[in-house]
Structures are given as structure tokens and as C-alpha cells.
């Protein structure tokens, strides 16, 4: 099966910090993404990733950045955290890069931010 | 008008009933859509994708896709309360990048 690990299932971190979550995928996988998801907005892509050293941005990635130094890792950072980033962040991958291919999951980290 | 849009529920069913999740979409140009299943506080799991018009069958689960009316269903046949879930629709946009909607609540009631 393939597995997406995230480090952290719960987290607290105070106004200013800088954040670091980490996701890793033992399926050789090309396609990483970082969504976060929240009550009736739903998940949203912040940023994603075909490759080693490759990211682009999602649909918000304001206040985020994300670094992709090995195949299997993907971390996303908040730069300086805030109180609006409180939210649940979910790693997901896939295969087939431009082909046809659903998402892995990891079992998400939820970040509050106080 | 949203990407992606599905009715947030919920939708009760008895159990053994027929339980039928709908989604529209706006992007036209859209190849492939898929079915995510999220347990409270639990992390999304794929559990049907299509591709192409008409139904796909996996088990008690049948997807639909009509892409002239930009819709897709997902019907859960014998709905059993374990199938009480929130139900992602989600739409391949391109790069094998997803858009969800907001998700169906389910309740399969004994």
C-alpha cells in the first residue's frame, strides 16, 4: 500500500514562528501537494510539486513556502505563522505526472496557531 | 459560480437503501474526476475515479459521468452505517492537479 507520512498529527505554535511540516511518501511517486482544509471552504491547494527541487504555486500560497530536496519528501513552511492558518494541512501524492491519477492522502496535521 | 459544487447535505438513508451523492462542475474541459470518502477527523480516501460517459462499478459503489451535462454521481448500493462519511467530489484540472468541493454528509441511519 502506499503509504504518505506526516510527521505531526496535532500541533500548537504561537504567533510569529516559523513552521515546518513534513510529509514523506514511500511509493516513488512524482506528484506531491500540500492542501489545507477548512469547514465549509473545503480543501485548497496551497502548493504542489512534479519533482526534485520543482514546486509551484497553488491557488493560495500566500504566507507559505515549500521545499522538495529528495523524491519522497515534501515540507511546506510557514514563513511567520498567523492565527488564519489555523486549519487542518493534508500531504497528499500520485503518480503519473500529467496522466490520469487520484490522490494518496496522509493522515493530515492539525496546526493551531494561537 | 464554484468549481466544483456539491449539495453539503445531509443526506439521510436507511440502511440497504440506495444512497445517491451528486456533483456538478464548471471546467468543461475536464478528463478525469474521482469519489473521496472522509471519516470525521480522518484524512480523504480515494474510493472510485471515471473518465469516461456512463457508469463504473466497484462493488456496492457505481459511479456516473455525464460530461455534456457536467455532472457525476456516486451511488452506494445497501448503504450500511459504516458508509456514514463525508463524501468529496473532486475534478482533475490539469497536471493532475484536484479541485474538491465541499463534500456530501452522508448518515446511514439503522
Known amino acids: 500500500d502506499v503509504k504518505v507520512t506526516q510527521s505531526s498529527r496535532y500541533l500548537v505554535k504561537r504567533t510569529g514562528e516559523k513552521v515546518f511540516l513534513e510529509c514523506v511518501q514511500d511509493?516513488?511517486?512524482?506528484?506531491m501537494f500540500w492542501y489545507r482544509q477548512d469547514p465549509g471552504l473545503g480543501l485548497r491547494l496551497i502548493y504542489f510539486s512534479y519533482d526534485v527541487k520543482m514546486k509551484e504555486k497553488g491557488d493560495i500560497p500566500e504566507g507559505y513556502s515549500v521545499s522538495r530536496e529528495k523524491k519522497e519528501r515534501f515540507s511546506l513552511i510557514l514563513e511567520s505563522a498567523s492565527t488564519n492558518q489555523t486549519s487542518m494541512y493534508l500531504c497528499a501524492s500520485s503518480h503519473l505526472k500529467g496522466q490520469e491519477g487520484g490522490y494518496t492522502f496522509g493522515s493530515g496535521t492539525r496546526l493551531t496557531v494561537v | 459560480q464554484k468549481e466544483v459544487e456539491q449539495n453539503s447535505g445531509p443526506l439521510s438513508v436507511p440502511e440497504g437503501a440506495i444512497a445517491s451523492l451528486n456533483c456538478t462542475y464548471s471546467?468543461?474541459?475536464?478528463?478525469?474526476f474521482f469519489w473521496y470518502r472522509q471519516y470525521s477527523g480522518k484524512s480523504p480516501e480515494l474510493i472510485m475515479s471515471i473518465y469516461s460517459n456512463g457508469d463504473k462499478e466497484d462493488g456496492r459503489f457505481t459511479a456516473q459521468l455525464n460530461k455534456a451535462s457536467q455532472y457525476v454521481s456516486l451511488l452506494i448500493r445497501d448503504s450500511q452505517p459504516s458508509d456514514s462519511a463525508t463524501y468529496l467530489c473532486a475534478v482533475n484540472r490539469g497536471g493532475n492537479k484536484l479541485t474538491f468541493g465541499t463534500g456530501t454528509q452522508l448518515k446511514v441511519e439503522l
Open positions: 471546467d468543461r474541459g475536464s478528463q478525469s
Open positions: 511509493m516513488d511517486h512524482e506528484n
